[in-house]
């Protein structure tokens, strides 16, 4: 069964910092990884989807890298705002059904 | 556009009473997704369609019932609401291929007392 482990599950960082939030599952047969953005009481906003020939993607002050011969996939936020503060969920997608298996998310706090 | 909608926001539910959530999207979207979000076990697929007429189980799929007639449309189905499917519940929507992202809407919270 796939499973999605997303390490730390909640970080503190000062403004300013570069930081990773690290996603790992457990099948390589992905299709795609999806990275999303959660608000507190809000819904999913998709921020990089990654197809898996691909090795990164980027948006503005994030980066996306995928590896699947580890099974890791990496978020990288660049120069953190507190605006940044939110919960980020990573997807494993294994077919072209959309499907996806959720990581738990890493809750991120950028402290002004 | 307005994008993924869900209908309603709130609901609380006496046990035994039934309900149907209502999402629509106006992206034209051919396949259409409803998870369930619970704390510490995140995100879970409990039914999603493929296109108007077509109906998948998920993960979760026990106690729910979905349907779509209208491509637009997805509505899930509790006939018998439990304790246990007090959460969130989002609906998404994407289309077919790699590049493709998964949209979603702003969840239904529901509680079953």
């Known amino acids: 069964k796939q499973e999605v482990t997303q390490i730390p599950a909640a970080l503190s960082v000062p403004e300013g910092e570069n930081l990773v939030l690290n996603c790992s599952f457990t099948?390589?047969?992905?299709?795609?990884l999806q990275w999303f953005r959660q608000d507190p009481g809000k819904g999913l906003t998709s921020l990089l989807l990654?197809?898996?020939?691909?090795r990164e993607q980027t948006s503005g002050r994030l980066n996306a890298s995928l590896d699947k011969s580890s099974g890791r996939s990496t978020l990288y936020i660049a120069a953190s705002q507190p605006g940044d503060s939110a919960t980020y969920l990573c997807a494993f997608g294994s077919s072209n059904t959309g499907k996806l298996i959720f990581g738990q998310g890493t809750t991120l706090q950028v402290k002004p | 556009n307005a994008g993924v909608t869900q209908t309603p926001k709130f609901r609380v539910l006496k046990t035994g009473q039934s309900m149907t959530l209502l999402c629509a999207q106006d992206m034209n979207h051919e396949y259409m997704y409803w998870y369930r979000q619970d704390p510490g076990m995140g995100l879970r697929l409990i039914h999603y369609s493929v296109g108007e007429g077509t109906t998948a189980k998920g993960e979760v799929p026990d106690g729910y019932n979905v349907s779509r007639l209208k491509k637009q449309n997805f509505l899930l189905g509790l006939e018998s609401a439990a304790p246990s499917q007090t959460s969130v519940y989002f609906c998404?929507?994407?289309?077919?291929?790699?590049?493709?992202?998964?949209?979603f809407g702003p969840g239904t919270r529901l509680t079953v007392l």
């Open positions: 099948d390589s047969a992905i299709y795609n």
């Open positions: 990654i197809q898996s020939s691909q």
């Open positions: 998404a929507s994407r289309d077919p291929g790699l590049y493709n992202e998964q949209f």
